[in-house]
C-alpha cells in the first residue's frame, strides 16, 4: 500500500512558477514509476508528466513541455513538479500517482495509488 500526499499549490499570476510535491508513505518508492495529472471544472483528468522509478526517464504532455519538469528524490520518498511559464489553462486540480510499472505511464488506467490533489489557480 502507497499513500500519497501532494503539497505546494496555490493561486499565481500568469507567468509566474510554483513547484508541487508528493510525499509517498513506504519503504519501496524506488520501485515505482511516478506521474502528475490535472483535472480542470468540467474536464477528464489529464496526463501532465511521469517519471520512471530510476528517474532515467521523463515524459510529458505537449502542453507543458519545455514549461514543467518533473524530479524525484528516491532518498526524500519525494516526485516533484516545477511549474514555470503558468498559463491560466494550467488552472486544475493537480494529482500524484504510482505504479510499479515503467510502461502506460500516460494513462489514468495505468496507475494503482492517487493523492487527494491540490488545486493550483492561474491569474491573467
Known amino acids: 500500500q502507497v499513500q500519497l500526499v501532494e503539497s505546494g499549490g496555490g493561486l499565481v499570476q500568469a507567468g509566474g512558477s510554483l513547484r508541487l510535491s508528493c510525499v509517498a508513505s513506504g519503504r519501496t518508492f524506488s520501485s515505482y514509476s511516478m506521474g502528475w495529472f490535472r483535472q480542470a471544472p468540467g474536464k477528464e483528468r489529464e496526463f501532465v508528466a511521469a517519471i520512471s522509478w530510476s528517474g532515467g526517464s521523463t515524459y510529458y504532455a505537449d502542453s507543458v513541455k519545455g514549461r514543467f519538469t518533473i524530479s524525484r528524490d528516491n532518498a526524500k520518498n519525494t516526485v516533484y513538479l516545477q511549474m514555470n511559464s503558468l498559463k491560466p489553462e494550467d488552472t486544475a486540480v493537480y494529482y500524484c500517482?504510482?505504479?510499479?510499472?515503467?510502461?502506460?505511464?500516460?494513462?489514468?488506467?495505468?496507475?494503482?495509488?492517487w493523492g487527494q490533489g491540490t488545486q493550483v489557480t492561474v491569474s491573467s
Open positions: 500517482a504510482a505504479v510499479p510499472k515503467e510502461y502506460g505511464l500516460g494513462y489514468t488506467a495505468t496507475y494503482d495509488y
